[in-house]
């Protein structure tokens, strides 16, 4: 079995540079890659161009890349938790695409399927629309969008081992298993790293072959945006 | 006139045995209280549940289990979760049977505008556009008129769109309306003590209304 892991984040990520474009897991801060964001911001790489559904809070995820302004670009569905990034938006530092979320996830995917576009209605007669091929099919209007690319797809998974097979667990799944297929170079971080042959093939959401890098991560605060409860009466 | 629990109340009897239903933010999100008694319905949440329950338990919140607002959730028996992109596959695919979400503008035409207020700051679309693209049965759940007095039932959307030609039905604190297929709000309830002069005023697209158009019940 080919091994796959590294020491950890900081090995995990050496070779990001620059004006790199970043594919990051997660939904709101539910399934981010914590270590890994914690090691760009030391490494402080710049210019960064970030695929990620979300931009993370003030203090926490991509947020944390944001206040060093490390970000260029955020290419996201929906960015609304976080002060800096409207700051530095309104200010024109920081350049932002903002497409539907099911789109976001559908070009990660035709990335990892080695598919060079997809056809969607959303965002059909909108400003999404604007300078893109629209075709019919069946009496409908669809627009065609592009496959992403980007140089580092970084996951976070539950469960992995050596050979980079993955195990996502609930909600924390989202993004992570489509951006996982679709990097040139996927780092995946787990909360438990096992050896290869203890996971059930028949349970891997992730098969190794699209993971490059993988380290068991340490310290997960895993925050909770909205903490919503009932009470037991 | 209804108060936002009343606009859900009457949204949910919509919902019928053996849907799928996605909600979105806001009012859309009360309806889940008031779905009928001996009907099963499975709700969605686009990040990628299918199953979704109440919140948890005071000391029972899970972090991995969030729902598309972001808030600790449940799962309910017979729940699943998947990726993001097959849980736009089945809104795209229609198995999602109705999709209820709020809305800043409607048109008569049945376009919506419910993303961005052009010179605010622009949060993002979200899932929205995908749904409203996609979904085969839409109902809007919205305030009939804006902060400012002003009707959000348009002969036009004045702001930037998030879909065309989708919405099927709108139920505001004042009324339900179809949106008919040759365009034009179709009143068809409506709220307890108001009148269908009311509603005419309230509403600046073109509004089909006969002067016997009966009450709704909500209880």
């Known amino acids: 079995m080919i091994n796959k892991v590294v020491s950890g984040a900081i090995e995990a990520i050496r070779d990001i540079e620059d004006g790199d474009t970043l594919m990051l897991g997660g939904f709101g801060l539910c399934g981010i890659p914590e270590n890994c964001i914690a090691a760009l911001v030391k490494k402080n790489v710049k210019n960064l161009t970030c695929i990620s559904n979300n931009a993370g809070v003030d203090d926490f995820g991509i947020g944390l890349m944001l206040q060093q ?12 938790e976080n002060a800096e990034f409207e700051r530095q938006l309104l200010s024109g530092e920081l350049d932002v695409e903002l497409i539907p979320q099911g789109t976001l996830a559908t070009r990660c ?42 140089d580092f797809a970084i996951v ?11 195990i996502y667990r609930s909600t924390s799944r989202n993004f992570n298993p489509v951006m996982a297929m679709a990097g040139k170079v996927t780092i995946a971080e787990v909360e438990i790293l096992v050896e290869a042959g203890e996971l059930d093939p028949d349970q891997i959401h992730t098969p190794g072959v699209f993971v490059h890098r993988i380290f068991q991560g340490a310290d997960y605060e895993k925050r909770i945006e909205q903490r919503t409860v009932r ?3 | 006139m209804l108060d936002k629990n009343g606009i859900a109340k009457r949204i949910a009897k919509e919902i019928k045995d053996g849907y799928y239903v996605n909600l979105g933010i806001g009012i859309p999100t009360l309806v889940a ?6 009907i099963n319905v499975v709700l969605q949440s686009e990040n990628g549940l299918l199953g979704m329950g109440p919140f948890p338990f005071e000391g029972e919140e899970d972090a991995d289990l969030i729902n598309a607002g972001k808030q600790t959730i449940t799962t309910l028996p017979g729940s699943s979760v998947f990726d993001s992109a097959l849980s736009f596959g089945m809104i795209r695919s229609q198995k999602i049977d109705l999709t209820i979400l709020g809305a800043m503008e409607v048109s008569e035409n049945g376009d919506i505008a419910n993303w ?32 400012a007095g002003e009707s959000k039932l348009l002969p036009k959307c004045t702001l930037p769109l998030t879909g065309v030609h989708c919405i099927k039905k709108i139920v505001t604190e004042l009324a339900v309306l179809d949106v ?40």
């Open chain 2, 116 to 147: 961005k207020i052009p010179g605010k700051m622009v949060k993002g679309m979200g899932g929205a556009m995908d749904l409203v693209a996609s979904a085969k049965n839409i109902i809007v759940a919205m305030q009939h008129v804006n902060k």
């Open chain 2, 180 to 219: 008919l297929p040759e365009g034009g709000f179709q009143l068809i309830e409506r709220a307890p003590g108001v009148s269908v002069d009311y509603i005419r005023n309230a509403t600046s697209g073109r509004l089909l209304a006969d002067d016997n158009t009966p009450e709704m019940h909500i209880d």
């Open chain 1, 231 to 233: 009470t037991k009466n």
């Open chain 1, 109 to 150: 995917m035709a990335a990892g399927y080695g598919m060079p576009a997809i056809f969607t209605p959303a965002g059909v007669g909108t400003e999404v629309a604007e300078g893109k091929e629209v075709r019919n099919f069946n009496g409908k209007d669809y627009l065609m969008e592009y496959a992403f690319e980007a």
């Open chain 1, 69 to 80: 302004r490390q970000v260029k670009k955020m290419i996201s569905s929906y960015v609304g």
């Open chain 1, 156 to 166: 976070k998974a539950w469960k992995g081992d050596t050979a980079g097979n993955l």
């Open chain 2, 33 to 38: 209280n008031y779905i009928p008694e001996g």
